[in-house]
């Protein structure tokens, strides 16, 4: 729609469909100020003559301005109007059309570790050695599958702590998990596998990947024991069998045995993404599903959670019949992962380090778990509590809040949290929100716990 009012000072176009409701009209004003059209320091449209200009009840715009305020887009002080917040106080926004990602100041974010603990000093010292040993030669372009060292380092570490079968011929080092996806989806493609199953919910990015290259997504439900799997009928499936994302659970020991066995009788290719599998509190962690049917399971893993994202470091455990296919999509891509990081992390597995810092991290995260769980109300019901990086605060009790409420009671706080709403695909299951309990440095953890347990209580008390 389009609009004056004369009374704000400002001339503004706003991309706003009444369906898209109030997270769209949230985005619509950021939109607006990002692009200059609500100028730094000019007083917006009172909430009252923009509900009547687009036709909602005034109590929708009072809460997107209460929203962005708590954002820094706008400024609100008492029996004053509104004003767009100025210059130096506006989140800042990447060169170019694309935004850049606000860091909230609560990061309760699912899927991040504790950056602050990255093993600085130990990676210091990895590619220290990493660079006194690498051959001149090496530095050239690099082999399709990934360096020789890590893919060893890795045949053993994956033997190890997570019960895979492999060895080095059988890795790929991938640019992040994200790209592993979208090499096995176009490899399937290519060899006439054109549908793949996802569990319902499951995080949405992935399934956008796989449907970009080539694959109609098939939904297929999660329920207290993990994936369904008697409902399966498609050719190949990507899975979070250790834990589940986002619901928690680990695939119950039936299912992961009738999983392979189906796998394996009508050749289908099963994708497992341990993306977390390091780390389980109540027992050792739950092996993976690769080694009960090793010729039809990619076992994919990645470096983002044990140490963090921006290394883009990923592999694959393939099916003997798929490495050269899955090679020669790496050689057509034209994408590595960098050689000199490749080298540190094989260093940082082989020396001991990269053990040393899982344990740390596995004593800290159950640690930083039990003092939320000891904090949150009992409005909400937590699951997927026994590993991972997160929980699942189900609503789905007579009398708890919408998602959308708790969402925006997050929003007011400067919580960076998630709504489960997303990961559902087709219709919409039981509202809740991903609470991310690694993300937060150290010093920060305290605070933002007592942010989202205020939040719980202003929608649930």
């Known amino acids: 729609m389009a609009d004056s009012w004369s009374g704000s000072g400002i001339d503004v176009h706003l991309d706003w469909r009444p369906e898209t409701g109030r997270p769209g009209l949230a985005d619509a004003v950021r939109a607006a100020v990002r692009s200059g059209r609500w100028p730094p320091g000019a007083a917006v449209p009172s909430t009252r ?64 570790p504790d950056l602050t603990a990255f093993p600085r000093a130990d990676w210091q010292a990895a590619t220290r050695k990493a660079l006194q040993r690498v051959a001149a030669a090496d530095l050239g372009y690099t082999a399709e599958l990934g360096a020789p060292e890590l893919r060893a380092a890795l045949a053993a570490y994956l033997s190890r702590s997570r019960g895979v079968l492999t060895d080095p011929q059988r890795i790929v080092v991938c640019c992040g998990f994200s790209h592993a996806v979208a090499l096995i989806s176009r490899v399937l493609c290519e060899r006439g596998v054109t549908e793949m199953a996802f569990e319902n919910p499951s ?39 250790a834990h589940q994302y986002p619901m928690g659970v680990a695939l119950a020991p039936e299912r992961r045995a009738a999983l392979a066995r189906w796998a394996g009788e009508t050749g289908a290719v099963v994708v497992e993404d341990d993306y977390d599998g390091e780390f389980r509190f109540d027992r050792r962690p739950v092996g993976a599903l690769q080694a009960l049917a090793p010729e039809h399971v990619v076992y994919a893993g990645t470096a983002s959670k044990t140490l963090a994202p921006a290394l883009r470091l990923a592999w694959l455990v393939l099916p003997r019949a798929l490495v050269e296919p899955v090679r020669a999509a790496m050689a057509g ?49 937590p699951q997927g509590i026994s590993a991972g990086l997160h ?58 716990t007592q942010a989202l347990v205020d939040a719980l209580w202003e929608v649930t008390g």
């Open 49 to 112: 003559a923009l509900a009547a200009d687009l036709g909602v009840a005034r109590g929708t715009v009072t809460r997107v301005y209460a929203d962005l305020a708590a954002e820094g887009y706008l400024h609100t002080l008492q029996g004053a109007p509104t004003r767009v917040a100025t210059a130096g106080a506006l989140p800042l926004s990447a060169p170019g059309p694309v935004p850049r990602e606000l860091a909230p100041r609560w990061d309760l974010r699912p899927g991040r």
């Open 203 to 241: 995080l949405p990015l992935y399934r956008e990947i796989a449907a970009a290259n080539g694959q109609r997504i098939r939904p297929v439900d999660v329920d207290a024991h993990g994936l369904r799997v008697s409902e399966l009928d498609s050719p190949a499936v990507v899975v979070t069998a």
């Open 391 to 448: 929980l699942l605060l189900g609503l789905d009790r007579p009398g708890s809040p919408a998602e959308a409420e708790v969402l925006a009671a997050c929003r007011r706080r400067a919580i960076g949290i998630e709504g489960l709403g997303p990961c559902w695909h087709g219709e919409r299951g039981p509202g809740g929100v991903i609470a991310g309990y690694a993300a937060p440095a150290g010093h920060a953890f305290a605070g933002a």
């Open 333 to 381: 891509s034209g994408a590595r992962p960098p050689l000199l990081d490749q080298l540190a992390l094989a260093e940082l597995i082989s020396s001991g380090a990269h053990d040393r810092h899982v344990r740390r991290s596995r004593a800290g995260y159950r640690a930083r778990r039990d003092r939320l769980l000891a904090a949150l109300p009992g409005t909400v019901r």
